[in-house]
């Protein structure tokens, strides 16, 4: 883990002497799945508060089914559509590597992610049990949860962790492309530029949004 996180160059290089396995990248994607699902348990207790008694355990029972079945195959969705995006836009640089080599290798970079989702579910955790809620007006539960997020050092200390560990999957993906598609490191950051600014552009929004 450590060579991955802070070497990747080095961990692609001798992964690539090595048959294409999927194992270790299924279980990081899995892991971070769970945590979402955890999370997603989280605010389902929370908005327990609100449902109707006749209607709890149902209700209950829908959200937190449809939490694991979002937490689970949304993660492993978007590992496959970024994998796909990267794969794509590197065609522009005429490389040289299969698909199944790239969803690999940009399974490896979802591992900071993991540490991401600890905090995120961490904070969750601490929370949401302070955030008020009203049965006569629900909707003003997001409003309340968001500005619990503001007041909050803990939770703006975790949106700034939260995007470090993107930058280091951002690295370890390039590395990922490097090794993958056979190409330069400039162009792989290229390759990564387009949807990596986007996604950090929108959490630097989030956050100063959320300050002001």
């Not at 990747?8 to 994607?29: A, D, G, W």
């Not at 029972?61 to 978007?78: D, E, P």
Request: charged share 10%; hydrophobic share 50%.
């Amino acid at each position: 883990m450590k060579e991955l996180l802070f070497n990747p160059n080095l961990f692609f290089s001798e992964k690539s002497k090595k048959k294409v396995s999927f194992k270790y990248p299924v279980l990081i994607v899995l892991i971070i799945s769970i945590l979402q699902i955890g999370s997603g348990i989280l605010m389902m207790n929370k908005m327990k508060e609100i449902l109707p008694l006749d209607g709890n355990s149902f209700l209950s029972t829908a959200v937190t089914l449809g939490s694991v079945i979002v937490g689970l195959f949304g993660t492993f969705l978007y590992w496959i559509i970024l994998a796909g995006i990267f794969y794509l836009i590197s065609f522009l640089f005429h490389p040289d590597g299969s698909f199944k080599r790239t969803l690999e290798f940009v399974g490896y970079g979802f591992a900071p992610q993991i540490l991401a989702g600890i905090v995120n579910l961490v904070v969750m955790y601490y929370i949401l049990p302070s955030v008020p809620i009203s049965s006569q007006n629900p909707q003003l539960f997001s409003e309340s949860f968001a500005q619990a997020l503001v007041n909050n050092p803990l939770s703006l200390a975790a949106e700034t962790f939260v995007m470090l560990c993107f930058l280091l999957s951002a690295n370890i993906w390039v590395f990922a492309l490097v090794h993958a598609r056979n190409m330069s490191t400039k162009n792989a950051i290229l390759t990564i530029g387009v949807p990596v600014g986007l996604t950090l552009i929108y959490q630097v929004y989030s956050l100063i949004g959320g300050l002001t």
